[in-house]
């Protein structure tokens, strides 16, 4: 019912930036909170970062924090991720992520809609 779309991936050397666009469309209104997770190879889906539609309540990973600023446009039904000082670590395909129930959440488990995920590579 939610459909998402990922954009903004690529690319950097080890202390660029990049700014993911995640692009929401069908029922938007049965989403509450999205969120960003990255899955990088022989790992399991990692928790990013996640923000309410209403409130723009935020929470971060640690492995993030200071370093990555989750956003939102509610009019254009779009969230953003800017990273900054990127980190070889940091490379994986980075999927966005919708949530039904209200409040915020970490678990993959818990997020209802997905993207198809977008490559970020961090050369050092």
């Known amino acids: 019912q939610v459909q998402l779309v990922e954009s903004g991936g690529g690319l950097v050397q080890a202390g660029g930036s990049l700014r993911l666009s995640c692009a929401a469309s069908?029922?938007?209104?049965?989403?509450?909170?999205m969120g960003w997770f990255r899955q990088a190879p022989g790992k399991e889906r990692e928790f990013v970062a996640t923000?309410?539609?209403?409130?723009?309540?935020?929470a971060y990973a640690d492995s993030v924090k200071d370093r990555f600023t989750i956003s939102r446009d509610n009019a254009k039904n779009t969230v953003y991720l800017q990273m900054n000082n990127l980190k070889p670590e940091d490379t994986a395909v980075y999927y966005c992520?919708?949530?039904?129930?209200?409040?915020?959440?970490?678990?993959?488990?818990?997020?209802?809609?997905w993207g198809q995920g977008t490559q970020v590579t961090v050369s050092s």
């Open positions: 069908g029922r938007t209104f049965s989403s509450s909170a």
């Open positions: 923000i309410t539609w209403s409130g723009g309540i935020t």
């Open positions: 992520a919708a949530r039904a129930l209200p409040g915020t959440a970490a678990a993959a488990g818990q997020y209802d809609y």
